[in-house]
């Protein structure tokens, strides 16, 4: 008796059983998935009738996977054919905006036919496409013409206004729509967006989307900003003006050519020194914290940060803030730390305040290295004469920061030097002395030892 049925060779067979039950498993998967509408917090959700989308919150409030299901929904409506998503970096949007737990592919992946992480290129079912770009390069937007734009974290783009325009002009096909998921700064940009008349703001904080979040993040993190000008903006997405009698403007950081490229960069694995300019002397500068955090007495209270920056000048007098190393450390890993910055930058010098503990920088760094220079510098009086002439160098424009350097600016852009009881902060105490290090500025009240060259 014959047989008219024709057996498939077995891998062919295994193929089509492996495809069935994929196509199986994504489809669960979809009809397993909850509605976003359903459960998204109404903040959370594009409000009507706007071409920008500005959504403040603070960290971890829920911004990328509200960003990324609205863009789902566009996708699958076919109102989006190029997307243009815009990070800090291009990492950024790799890693965050597309590969992140809340990012594209994690609510669209399904959506996907080709995704192209090397080249920075996502192509959607049904032809939308998407594109990386990184708030470091601006001139790669040139050409890119998008019905969306998603733009993460604007504030902390390198170029942000420049990139900001460079988008919109390309944002001009079909029915236009751009979405802003950022955590707010005092930035013109920023206060431009929201001032715009085709523009709505939604926002939220970090209290909103606790059920999500890690327990261990409020028990450190949250419990440390909570009340603090800081934390207004990181947790609660405030945008915090100026605080009357500060020596800095936020303007003085938004000027063409201020921010220069990160001058520690990491190449195969490894943190390099690359300057972005001739430097002709290079100082670490230290505001020591004399306690070890790790035997503290009150457990419940902050220990104090050390403050560490590293600085440079040019020929022309210009000065360069390298990096802001600035943390919680006992005194035997700051003096490590200064001691590898001072090997890694080829640096001149250690500067140290030596009001508190001075023998002691001398000791710690003595017992690591023996060949590091270490000035010491004393206080004598109050540290608004001290900071003034250093914020002038930056109301010249003679100041360069190389790199983000979120921390340093914040602090520079609420301490209230006229109150003689506001306490100066770390970061901004060791970038005071850099300067001065350097000698850029001179300020009365301030002894500079002789240098102290370490012996073993």
Known sequence: MSN???MKPSSDFLNELLSAEAERRGLLRR??????????????LRPIDCVHWLYLAGRGAGKTRSAAERLRERIESGAARY???????????????????????????DLFETYNRSMGEIRFKGGCRARFFSGEDYDALRGWQSTDVWGDELCAWRYPQQTFDMAMFGLRLGDPEAIWTT????????????????TKVTRSSTFANRENLAPAFFASIVRKYEGTRLGRQELEGAVLEDVEGALWEAAWFEREGFRQPSAFVREKGTVVFRPPAPIVKIVVALDPSVSDPEKRRDPNKEPDACGICVAGTDESGNGYVLGDFSKVLSPAKWARLCVKLFDMTKANCVIAEANQGGELIREVIRGIASNVP??????ANAKRPRAEPVATLYEQGRVHHCGPMNALEEQQTSWDAS???????????????AFHGLGLCVATGTRIS???????
Do not use: Y
């Not at 270490?374 to 206080?379: D, G, K, P, S």
């Not at 109150?419 to 002395?433: G, Q």
């Open 4 to 6: 008219n049925l024709t």
């Open 31 to 44: 009809e397993s998935r909850p509605k976003w509408r359903t459960i998204a917090r109404p903040e959370q």
């Open 83 to 109: 997307i243009a998503l815009i990070g800090p970096t291009f990492a950024d949007v790799r890693d965050i905006m597309v590969e992140g737990e809340s990012g594209l592919q994690a609510v669209a992946g």
């Open 183 to 198: 955590t707010p700064r005092n930035l013109k940009v920023l206060k431009d967006l929201i001032a715009a008349p085709n």
């Open 374 to 379: 270490i000035t010491l510098v004393h206080a």
């Open 419 to 433: 109150d003689s009881n506001s306490k100066s902060p770390n970061n901004v105490d060791a970038l005071v002395w």
């Open 450 to 456: 002789q240098r102290v060259r370490a012996k073993g």
